[in-house]
């Protein structure tokens, strides 16, 4: 079963960047599909971005053009930089390893695999 540890969520102001990590102990990323999550209080957790192991990625629309998800194959470790945060992008944020995406770019998550979770807070 893959370790799953995030860090670099914070408390930031609007406008601001954050990088979230997650590194992976027992996996070799390259060959997984992965995907980062977020949950606001109150609301079901949604996907944010995927990366396919072959590098193709896709976006939730209210990020497009703010976040990036990449992946270190060296330190076996995904990232999602996040850019010009929003009070709205208020939220504990997942990654997810090993899940499955369809031919659509859509990732259906790994059904264990998730990370511990890392609190980002940006105020207005």
């Known amino acids: 079963q893959v370790r799953l540890v995030e860090s670099g969520g914070g408390l930031v102001q609007a406008g601001e960047s954050l990088r979230l990590s997650c590194a992976a102990s027992?996996?070799?990323?390259?060959?997984?599909?992965m995907g980062w999550f977020r949950q606001a209080p109150g609301k079901q957790r949604e996907l944010v971005a995927a990366?396919?192991?072959?590098?193709?990625?896709k976006y939730a629309d209210s990020v497009k053009g703010r976040f990036t998800i990449s992946r270190d194959n060296a330190k076996n470790t995904v990232y999602l930089q996040m850019n010009s945060l929003k009070p709205e992008d208020t939220a504990v944020y997942y990654c997810?390893?090993?899940?499955?995406?369809?031919?659509?770019?859509?990732?259906?998550?790994?059904?264990?695999?998730w990370g511990q979770g890392t609190q980002v807070t940006v105020s207005s």
């Open positions: 997810n390893v090993g899940g499955s995406t369809d031919y659509r770019g859509n990732y259906y998550p790994h059904f264990t695999n």
């Open positions: 027992e996996r070799d990323l390259r060959i997984n599909d």
């Open positions: 990366a396919t192991s072959g590098s193709s990625t």
